[in-house]
């Protein structure tokens, strides 16, 4: 049966108020989301081995959101391509907010460098919040000789394609501290990459790799008990923990800088009070003192933010990082 212009646009009127109507629905009953969560056990994805500034982080949360929360929370590492596949299972998971993502500097990375991802950062995933920052410390095997950062600089400019450096993996924020360090420098060193943290500073210690830009919470006890040289920190002010050494911006690059953040991302899909929920009691736990006990003799700072602020600095990360990789040629394996 034909209907009329007049009778299509009521119709059209009467569907649009119905839609408005259903979501107006959906949004009043949405702040209900977060009443009963969560309703089991909060699974944590973290795309790296044990034992970096991601599992630090999402462990310690995990403990204390299982006694606040009354739920178990449960850390789930997910090592390989540079974190990219954890990512992926959180992407993809049930967005009903009990699969979360500990992510690091190497999540924007990833977005800059990997031709094709099975996600997509910006629009897939979402920020709850950040959790810490912390700098590099560029460390060398004793066994390479060096005692300062001109020293090894030199090595490099006299064997170049000689030495190599390790790190957590291809696209691994390691990776990408090294190679601003690498064009910063101006030298000509080979990339090792390696599954996690841990691996690849056991191999720079044991001198199969010369050079490792080691996350400081990872790198600290190591300079300090003299198994690896420790030739400079990442950032433009020296570290309170290691006050005698210099940054590299000191020790012969001016203007270097190399930040590390970690963070805690989920689903986009996820509803907003669950993420809201999330965030306030995420920031609860970064205020205490305990925290700041246990994690800045390690290197790390605790930062949270909004959910917002978070999503607006991984997005600044991928445009400055896809900058340098684009200038250094970068990209993935």
């Known amino acids: ?117 099975p996600y997509d950062t910006l629009k897939d995933l979402s920020g709850i919040t950040q959790t810490a920052v912390s700098k590099y410390v560029l460390v060398a095997a004793p066994a390479l000789g060096v005692k300062s950062l001109k020293d090894m600089i030199a090595v490099a400019k006299a064997k170049p394609g000689q030495l190599n450096f390790s790190s957590a993996g291809v696209g691994s924020g390691t990776h990408f501290a090294a190679e601003q360090f690498k064009a910063a ?30 996350p400081i919470a990872n790198g600290l006890n190591m300079v300090k008990e003299g198994r690896v040289v420790g030739l400079g920190v990442s950032s433009l002010q020296r570290d309170a923990l290691l006050p005698d050494m210099p940054t590299l911006a000191e020790a012969g690059l001016p203007g270097f800088s190399a930040d590390l953040w970690f963070g805690m991302l989920t689903s986009s899909q996820v509803p907003k009070p669950i993420v809201n929920k999330l965030n306030a009691e995420i920031r609860r736990i970064l205020s205490d003192a305990e925290v700041k006990q246990r994690w800045q003799p390690i290197g790390l700072e605790p930062k949270p933010t909004t959910p917002t602020e978070f999503d607006k600095i991984v997005a600044s990360e991928i445009v400055a990082f896809t900058k340098i990789a684009r200038a250094a040629n970068i990209k993935a394996e």
């Open 185 to 214: 420098a101006a030298i000509n060193v080979v990339h090792v990459p390696f599954k996690g943290i841990p691996e690849a500073l056991t191999e720079t210690i044991s001198g199969r790799v010369h050079l490792f830009m080691a």
């Open 1 to 117: 049966m034909k209907r009329s212009s007049a009778e299509r646009t009521a119709r059209l009127a009467v569907l649009a108020l119905c839609g408005a109507s259903a979501g107006l629905s959906a949004y009043a009953q949405q702040p209900d989301a977060a009443k009963d969560y969560p309703r089991k056990p909060i699974r944590i994805i973290i795309g790296f081995t044990p034992g970096g500034g991601p599992d630090i982080t999402a462990r310690y949360l995990a403990q204390k959101l299982t006694e606040s929360l009354k739920h178990p929370v449960i850390v789930d590492n997910r090592p390989g391509a540079g974190g990219t596949g954890g990512a992926n299972l959180v992407a993809t998971a049930n967005p009903d907010g009990h699969t979360l993502l500990s992510v690091s500097s190497a999540h924007a990375v990833a977005a800059a460098i990997y031709a094709k991802l």
